[in-house]
């Protein structure tokens, strides 16, 4: 009675060639009479690991040191010393003149730098390409291919590609640095008022002492300077997946149609139903019991498709 189980991957163990195959690797290792292996791909084992990347680049920033000023009295001339005459009095004028108050001066201020936030994909796991099994597993019908020494392997096999995976990290950039501007500020000057003689006394001579104003004004000291500050970068962690094993094609040892009884499927079928994959227990092992022993594999990160015996022994069943 057929079973629908497993393609005959290795059903005819004995044929022509066999001594040589088992010395191959194309070719199941040497096994007792009665055992079944199929050509599986086993899962990729991921590790993840941490990895510092910049978050914000090294800058630099300028200070401003302002410039120092001392405020000193001034003394300046108002009236000239003049000389007066008795008889006849000498005869003045009145002239206004501008007198510096405040030198002119540079003010420098500081315009901030300008950053912005940009997205970027970043590699975790490079694209690759593998073997992996076709249909032709329990339950669905197959061709079987020969090799050149018609030895019958049963397998399908498909060449697919993994894409690479990737992962959108954010960023700081400087649109600009941070720069500095200046502006003149004008020199005061203060008006003051004073008298010149226009024509001196002419007979008694009178001397007049010198008039002076005392005035406040600010000196520089120290000019204003700057100073180059170094900010430097800031990091962050992100996690990055690396395949570390797995995902390559093995012969594993499996039960099908010569070596696994109405029995040993009953008990394999009853195990999925416990485990919580639901499927007719009844000892055939057609669709339903295929979805769910695949659904099974792919949750316990077994090899999928074929019932192999660690997918046997994971249910807590033994091989025999």
Do not use: H
Not at 67 to 75: G, I, K, L, W
Not at 91 to 98: A, L
Not at 105 to 117: F, H, I, L, M
Not at 251 to 256: H, I, K, P, S, T
């Amino acid at each position: 009675m057929s079973k629908k189980i497993l393609i005959a991957t290795v059903a005819v163990a004995t044929l022509v060639g066999a001594a040589s195959a088992a010395e191959s690797s194309d070719y199941p290792p040497a096994s007792d009479p009665g055992t079944c292996y199929a050509r599986v791909l086993i899962p990729e084992q991921i590790n993840v690991q941490t990895e510092q990347v910049v978050d914000r680049p090294e800058s630099t920033e300028i200070k401003l040191v302002p410039a120092t000023y001392e405020t000193v009295t001034e003394q300046v001339l108002v009236k000239e010393e003049t000389k007066n005459i008795r008889v006849i009095p000498a005869t003045y004028e009145t002239v206004t003149e501008q007198v510096l108050v405040a030198p002119e001066r540079v003010e420098t201020t500081v315009v901030p730098a300008e950053y912005e936030t940009y997205t970027e994909q970043v590699l975790i796991r490079e694209a690759y390409t593998t073997w992996k099994p076709g249909n032709g597993l329990y339950g669905r019908a197959t061709d079987a291919s020969a090799s050149s020494n018609g030895v019958s392997t049963g397998e399908l096999l498909c060449r697919v590609e993994v894409p690479a995976e990737y992962e959108t990290v954010t960023r700081t950039r400087l649109l600009s640095p941070e720069r500095t501007e200046t502006r003149t500020i004008p020199s005061t000057y203060e008006t003051v008022t004073k008298e010149v003689v226009v024509e001196e006394a002419q007979v008694v001579e009178e001397i007049v002492p010198a008039v002076y104003n005392t005035v406040t004004v600010e000196k520089l000291v120290t000019p204003a300077s700057e100073e180059t500050l170094v900010v430097p970068a800031t990091y962050k962690a992100i996690d990055k997946r690396v395949v570390s094993g797995g995902g390559a094609l093995e012969w594993r040892e499996v039960l099908c149609d010569t070596n696994a009884t109405s029995s040993k499927i009953r008990s394999v079928q009853q195990a999925l139903s416990d485990a919580g994959y639901s499927n007719p227990v009844d000892g055939e092992f057609g669709p339903a019991t295929l979805t769910a022993m695949e659904s099974y594999q792919r949750s316990n990160n077994l090899p999928v498709g074929y019932l192999t015996i660690s997918t046997v022994e994971s249910l807590g069943l033994t091989k025999n």
